[in-house]
Every structure is written in structure tokens, then in C-alpha cells.
């Protein structure tokens, strides 16, 4: 099967060669050839059994016949790659998208709130998002994230999260005629504002960003690091948050593993909860990690908190944990991951439209997780939790952890 697909591959490549020769004659744009990679590349590609080549093949004939722009070409393969519901496909810029939003968004739960603003709309810091353009706020998710590689229902949210460019409101047909984005706002006490925004270069404005007047210590959305330790000994619970599976340098795994069974140890404490909520995966750096103190965790409540933000490796740790400690409870909301993952990212330059095209390099089919499995009930859908639970804003700026609260309340 692996030499087929590598002479796949080559049969693939020798035809991009000689496309690119033929191109000098028929002065083709480049990245017309940048959409061959991209098929090729799905072709031997882990997701190979669901790909299919029609819109593709549809989008290079309007190339052929001159009806495509480079951006029209960018925003048409995101969008057809977004169909395929699989986070690890995506194209990503080679430099970010500077013309944005003069906002930036947080979701909690189920509202999203402004974050960050520049100086002119600092009064709106807080607000409640309500619409956009003329859209209520699920409906015109649905249409920015028509461009994204989202898995489940729950983690399309979460794109508005980053600073999107403002061409994804304009292919969205979310602007107005004068190319201007409208969206309405409710205070705190209630009060509604329609802002009309123009595009704005983010690189030469600063945002001004709110954080509670009573910062909770162990909220992990303010730590910087990619793993810590959050001794809690006044509630008898130990809280780790894992915000990103990649090793630290100056804090290598095993001294980690080691630093929390110690804390563990020590008698101050009932509860260990790993928080991954903010984790959007990278590299599995905790095998064996969980069979190795199996005796010492089952010790203990143990609690996993998730949601629309974790993906990928956040999902394969959960998984560990879980067949290791079968007591393990999992709070918070639905997985952004389902429960299907393909792994071991490979990226493809694409020149003509001067970005990368991520997509899961694994040639053997990867079997969904066992015990993630049996916590699910569709295909395209995440790990659900055992205790549903939704940050909350009115609790964020009390400086008090929703999430947090809901574990301790349980054990205890």
C-alpha cells in the first residue's frame, strides 16, 4: 500500500514539473500550481479515503478561464478544505493578516465578549457581542467559519477568538455596501450599540485589553507558561494547568511528572485536576506518564477540564488518563477534537498564494481513541464531559473560576 502511494506521489510530482514548464508558454498564475500541490498532497495524505477532487478540479478550470483572483483562489480552497471537518487542514499565511477588526473577542461559554479594543471604542471593553451585520451571533459564526477546519459544532466559537482578517467578514458577505462591518453590542447594564467598523491595520494601533479587578492566582488562561504546577492546599486540591503539549526547555516533563506526584505526596491535598481547556495540542510529551504513577494517582479525585479550545494531543493525554484512572471525571463542555484524529502535521509551501498548507502526513488509518469513544455519540463530534460547565463572565470579573468552582463543589 506505501509503495503505491509513493508511486503515487512521484507520478504526482513529475506532472506538477511539467505543469510548471508548460506554464512559461501559457503564462499561467502560479497559483494555479499551488492548487496542484494541495491535491496532490491530499492524495497521500492520511485523509486520502475522504478526499475528493471535484471542487478542486471545478476551481481550476475558473483559474483556466481567468475568473479567479489569488485571494478569490485563497478563500476558495479554505473553504473547501474547511468541508472536510478535519482541524488538522488548513492554510495558514506566511505572515499574518494585518487589516482587522479594531475588537477582539472572548467566549465564555456561551456569550462572547469584547476582549480587546483600541483606544477610540475602549468604553465597549466587556460588552456582550449580539450580532453581526444583520446576523444573529451562531448564524454568522456559521458564515465566518465557512473558511476554517473546524471538527465540532462547539469549537466554531472559538475562531473569533484571534484577530480575524477582514476579508474573512467581506467573503462571508458579511460588510456592507461601503465595505464597513456592523455590530451590535449589549453593556452589562443591558444597553444595546450598533458600532459600524472599518478595517484598521493592527500593527499600528495598540489594543487595550480588560483583566478582572480580582484576578484569581490559579485562572491558567493568564499563565504564559505551556505546563505549571497550582498548589491549592486551603481546598485540598492540586490544579495543573497543561496549556500546551510541547516541552519546556527549563521545565522538562519528567521534573514536572515528578514535582506534582511529590506535591501529591505530601497529604495537603484530595483532588488533582488537569486543565486543558486552553490546549490546542502539539507534541505528546506525557507516554507513560499516567501508567507510571497509576498507583499513586488513583489515589486521588482526579478531574480533566476541556472544551472547544482543546484539541489533538490535549485529546490523546485526556485518553491516557482516563484508561489509567477509569474514576477520572471530565468537566467543562465538548471538545473542539472529535473523536476521530489525523496526526503528524507536514506543511507544503504555497508560493503563489504565499501561505502554508497544513495537512496529517500519517499513512496508516488511525483508530478513534477507546475510551473517548464510549463519551460520544456521533462521528463529528467531541469528547463530552461528565459534568457540563460554562465559563461565566460576571464570575470572571468577580475573579472567580466557574469551571474551578464546579470541581470543587463536586468533590467535595
Not at 127 to 149: C, G, M, P, Q, R
Not at 177 to 192: D, N
Not at 381 to 406: C, H, L, Q, S
Amino acid at each position: 500500500m506505501k509503495k503505491r502511494l509513493i508511486l503515487i506521489s512521484f507520478v504526482l510530482l513529475i506532472s506538477n514539473f511539467v505543469f510548471c514548464n508548460n506554464s512559461k508558454k501559457s503564462n499561467l498564475p502560479a497559483f494555479y500550481f499551488d492548487v496542484l500541490k494541495v491535491k496532490a498532497d491530499l492524495t497521500c495524505s492520511s485523509m486520502r479515503s475522504i478526499y475528493n477532487p471535484a471542487d478542486f478540479d471545478q476551481l481550476e478550470k475558473d483559474i483556466l478561464a481567468r475568473k479567479v483572483s489569488s485571494t478569490d483562489c485563497y478563500y476558495r480552497l479554505r473553504k473547501i478544505l474547511g468541508n472536510y471537518h478535519v482541524a488538522h487542514v488548513y492554510l495558514q499565511p506566511l505572515k499574518p493578516d494585518p487589516i482587522a477588526l479594531p475588537l477582539t473577542f472572548y467566549n465564555f461559554g456561551k456569550e462572547i465578549h469584547v476582549c480587546g479594543v483600541t483606544k477610540q471604542y475602549e468604553k465597549y471593553l466587556g460588552w456582550k457581542l449580539i450580532k453581526i451585520s444583520e446576523f444573529e451571533i451562531d448564524e454568522a459564526v456559521d458564515k465566518i467559519t465557512d473558511f476554517y477546519s473546524y471538527e465540532t459544532v462547539i469549537s466554531k466559537r472559538y475562531h473569533l477568538e484571534k484577530k480575524i482578517p477582514f476579508n474573512d467578514f467581506k467573503y462571508a458577505g458579511l460588510l456592507d455596501k461601503k465595505g464597513r462591518l456592523h455590530v451590535t453590542l449589549e453593556s452589562p447594564e443591558e444597553k444595546t450599540e450598533e458600532l459600524v467598523l472599518k478595517a484598521i491595520d493592527t500593527r499600528k494601533n495598540k489594543f487595550i485589553t480588560f483583566v478582572s479587578g480580582n484576578e484569581n492566582e490559579y485562572r491558567s488562561i493568564f499563565e504564559t507558561k505551556n505546563y505549571s504546577v497550582k498548589p491549592c492546599p486551603e481546598k485540598r486540591t492540586l490544579y495543573v494547568p497543561y496549556l500546551a503539549c510541547i516541552a519546556r526547555e527549563d521545565y522538562q516533563p519528567d521534573i514536572w511528572f515528578s514535582d506534582i506526584i511529590k506535591e501529591l505526596n505530601s497529604g495537603l491535598y484530595d483532588t488533582l485536576v488537569f486543565d486543558l481547556r486552553y490546549n490546542h495540542g502539539g507534541q505528546q510529551i506525557t507516554w507513560g506518564f499516567p501508567e507510571k504513577y497509576k498507583d499513586e494517582l488513583n489515589k486521588y479525585n482526579i478531574a480533566l477540564i476541556a472544551g472547544g479550545r482543546t484539541f489533538s494531543a490535549a485529546t490523546v493525554f485526556m485518553e491516557s488518563i482516563l484508561k489509567v484512572c477509569p474514576n477520572t471525571k471530565i468537566f467543562g463542555e465538548e471538545t473542539g477534537q472529535a473523536i476521530f484524529n489525523y496526526t503528524g502535521l507536514a506543511f507544503e509551501e504555497l508560493k503563489g498564494l504565499n501561505c502554508k498548507f497544513a495537512f496529517p502526513k500519517v499513512l496508516d488509518e488511525y483508530t478513534p481513541l477507546t475510551e473517548l469513544k464510549k463519551r460520544t455519540d456521533s462521528y463529528y463530534r467531541g469528547i463530552m464531559p461528565d459534568v457540563e460547565v460554562y465559563e461565566n463572565f460576571e464570575d470572571f470579573m468577580k475573579g472567580e473560576d466557574t469551571i474551578y468552582n464546579a470541581v470543587y463543589e463536586y468533590f467535595n
